[in-house]
């Protein structure tokens, strides 16, 4: 006590100043010497040039100039609630050993490790307020307040579960029928308790909005800094592009510049299908949307309206081809006309009044004359009206395709 | 196996090439944060050489080729790569003007709103914000023949819907909300500015620092 009270402020300095060394110098030398006489001080490496304050000494100097560098932890609580168990119970041994003055002892030690808890959690909870309060805003570096947060919430957390075990019915247990120990333990104890509960809860909430926060300013931080740095890029250099050879950098390692190109599905909807009828609907809306405004109307597209009729499964007869209805009747004809005189085919183009040219009739009637003579049909001889090319030998120019008995009774 | 509509509607987003995320996909979104619908659509990708992906913030899911040698798969991806980075300064321009125009001072984040009325109250009353509307305007080749700044945030904001950065979340068209596709363009420049070194003036000159430091004093 007394190498305490004379050395209080070098100890004082070394635990709020100094992270609680003091430094083996010439002009502590004889202070460090004292302090490890009475266990105040350690070397905890005898190569440092510093000595450790003791933990104890620590704790009291925090205690006393109410800095909190130094806190208890969900440990000290734990330690302090094992602690209490173990002091209730020799309580118990002591009393029912009609050791009396021994029970004494144990009901004040009990006493003392209440009010030890009591004041440890109460600690923590004005540690927690004051990091909710300030934010950790002693820590510059936003990593780092966020790890400190996370640990405080973790701390909270573990407390919180510690006190879950300590309900009145356990306190109640514990304290049996002692009514020293039912007053300590479910009245001071518990009161105290759901006081610093509710504390604990609160200063949860509010730790886990700070981490939520710190973690939005980090993001926002990073976004900043992205944002920043690529346009001051650009500005220095307007006409950059990445090139390829990130892609393959970027194999393995950022999967996001590997992202699939849209893959177009193609559908086509049944129009029969009743059920389908809502997306059909909803198609045709749709195109309609894209439409400029009153590009219906600008365009030569009738906006009148048309009524439409359901003529799935009607039947309906398709025109026929104008050449192939003058063939049709042209082979029908032919038989008895060509009992008469010989049949030209250019004759029959002009009587017919054929609106395709010529040389498409002449093609399309040979065509059709040597399908029906594939098919084994009853056709009238027939005789090329044809004449040798000059210029090219062996060819030979088609003039008329003349339809004739004569040659082949004669024949 | 019978029909799954959340499955199905994964599968159909992630195969457009969409990222979704809750605000563009609410329900595929909360399928594939179940561990089932992330392992049911992962073998189904699988087998067509796919992957499924998330963003860096766990906000969106996207596809990805799994098979990056098969030479027709690499043409894609470079394809999909240079058609990405050409509005790559136009969204970074756009970041940097939703910063100035949010009232928290915030660049853009999925699920932020945009309410065309306060941004354009904004632009309004800053020639330099006009002016940067109208270099974004040209980045992004949204042509308008209007000068009119109303008219030119519109256009953009119709285009950033088109791209997939916006949803119109009423009928007229004037609230939009940020999707997870920002994050997917954060995960992408941070990887490119990484590789190819660029950084930040201050930064540079905080990195820059111990050398000019060693020059005083003679030590460098």
């Known amino acids: 006590m007394k190498a305490l009270a004379k050395y209080t402020d070098a100890l004082a300095e070394a635990t709020l100043e100094h992270g609680g060394v003091i430094y083996d110098t010439p002009d502590n030398r004889e202070t460090i010497q004292a302090l490890r006489h009475h266990q105040l001080v350690f070397h905890l490496d005898e190569d440092l040039p510093h000595v450790q304050v003791s933990r104890v000494v620590g704790d009291l100097m925090a205690h006393v100039t109410q800095s909190y560098q130094r806190q208890a932890s969900s440990g000290a609580v734990s330690d302090l609630v094992r602690e209490l168990q173990n002091v209730v119970e020799s309580y118990f041994v002591a009393r029912d050993n009609g050791a009396t003055d021994d029970a004494s002892r144990k009901l004040i030690e009990a006493q003392e490790v209440i009010a030890s808890l009591i004041n440890t959690l109460q600690a923590i909870v004005v540690r927690f307020t004051y990091y909710i309060h300030n934010c950790f805003s002693t820590v510059s570096d936003i990593d780092l307040r966020i790890l400190e947060n996370r640990r405080a919430l973790d701390e909270a957390g573990n407390i919180n579960r510690l006190l879950d075990t300590l309900t009145p019915s356990y306190l109640m247990q514990l304290a049996r029928f002692s009514r020293e120990l039912q007053y300590l333990l479910t009245k001071i104890l518990a009161r105290s308790l759901s006081r610093l509960r509710a504390n604990l809860v609160d200063a949860l909430h509010r730790l886990t909005d700070n981490l939520a926060k710190l973690q939005n300013d980090k993001e926002v931080q990073r976004q900043n800094h992205v944002i920043d740095a690529w346009l001051q890029h650009y500005e220095r250099n307007p006409r950059y592009t990445p090139g390829e050879d990130i892609l393959d950098e970027a194999h393995g390692r950022s999967p996001s510049l590997f992202r699939v190109e849209p893959l177009e599905i193609r559908a086509h909807p049944a129009i029969d299908d009743p059920s389908q009828r809502e997306g059909l609907d909803e198609l045709a809306e749709n195109a309609l949307r894209r439409l400029e405004p009153g590009a219906l109307t600008d365009s030569n597209v009738s906006t009148e309206r048309v009524e439409v009729i359901d003529q799935r499964g009607a039947e309906e007869v398709e025109p026929e081809d104008p050449l192939e209805q003058a063939l049709e009747w042209f082979f029908e004809a032919l038989p008895t006309l060509v009992t008469q005189q010989p049949i030209s085919a250019i004759d029959a183009y002009y009587k017919l009044d054929v609106e395709e040219p010529l040389d498409f009739w002449m093609l399309a009637l040979w065509e059709s004359y040597n399908m029906r003579l594939e098919n084994g049909e009853d056709v009238v001889p027939v005789e090329l009206t044809e004449r040798q090319m000059g210029t090219y030998d062996g060819t030979r120019l088609v003039e008329d395709i003349v339809f004739s008995l004569e040659r082949h009774h004669a024949a | ?220």
């Open chain 2, 1 to 220: 196996m019978s029909y799954d509509p959340r499955f199905a509607a994964a599968i159909e987003g992630l195969l457009r090439g969409e990222v979704l995320c809750p605000v563009s996909a609410k329900e595929a979104h909360e399928y594939l944060s179940t561990l089932e619908g992330q392992d049911r659509v992962s073998h189904y990708l699988a087998e067509i050489g796919h992957g499924l992906e998330q963003t860096r913030d766990g906000s969106g899911y996207y596809c990805v080729y799994l098979d990056t040698e098969s030479r027709g798969v690499r043409h894609r991806i470079r394809h999909q790569f240079e058609s990405a980075v050409r509005d790559w300064e136009a969204l970074l321009r756009w970041l940097r003007l939703s910063r100035q125009a949010s009232p928290s001072s915030q660049p853009l984040k999925v699920k932020d709103v945009v309410r065309e009325s306060e941004w354009l109250a904004a632009i309004e009353n800053s020639s330099m914000m006009q002016e940067e509307l109208e270099v974004i305007a040209t980045r992004f080749q949204v042509q308008s023949q209007s000068r009119d700044a109303k008219v030119r945030l519109r256009h953009l904001l119709e285009k950033l819907c088109k791209l997939g950065y916006l949803v119109a979340i009423d009928s007229s068209g004037a609230i939009y909300q940020a999707t997870g596709k920002w994050s997917l363009l954060q995960d992408q420049l941070e990887f490119v500015m990484a590789r190819e070194g660029i950084v930040a003036e201050e930064r540079e000159a905080a990195l820059n620092e111990p050398r000019q430091e060693g020059l005083f004093l003679g030590t460098s």
